[in-house]
């Protein structure tokens, strides 16, 4: 059983900052690729950024320049570092990782139960 943890969401003003994280827990032998996804009221789910496990990363255009996404491979942790937050970057945030179970040998996608990012104007 492998469960994701998100924490570190909450209300700030515009150009604030915020800084998530994603913990995964459970029978794990390796984790690849972690990501950061979002969702706000009436848009479908949409990719932020994502991070290889040899770190390689990728953004959403939206976020390039803001947003840092960094990993922990012995912790299985991820980190969105978001800065200078906009009202439409207001959404709910899920992380999802790529996961090698014990008793699997190959991967398969989880995801956190997300955490709710609110920018005021």
């Known amino acids: 059983q492998v469960q994701l943890v998100e924490s570190g969401g909450g209300l700030v003003e515009a150009g604030g900052s915020l800084d998530l994280s994603c913990a995964a827990s459970?029978?794990?032998?390796?984790?690849?690729?972690m990501g950061w996804y979002r969702q706000a009221p009436g848009h479908q789910r949409e990719l932020v950024a994502q991070?290889?496990?040899?770190?390689?990363?990728d953004y959403q255009d939206s976020v390039k320049g803001r947003f840092i996404i960094s990993r922990d491979n012995v912790m299985n942790i991820a980190y969105l570092q978001m800065n200078s937050l906009k009202p439409e970057d207001t959404a709910l945030y899920y992380c999802?990782?790529?996961?090698?179970?014990?008793?699997?040998?190959?991967?398969?996608?989880?995801w956190g139960q997300g955490t709710q990012v609110t920018v005021s104007s």
């Open positions: 999802s990782f790529d996961v090698q179970p014990t008793d699997r040998e190959s991967y398969q996608s989880y």
């Open positions: 991070i290889t496990r040899d770190g390689v990363t």
């Open positions: 459970g029978s794990i032998l390796r984790v690849y690729n």
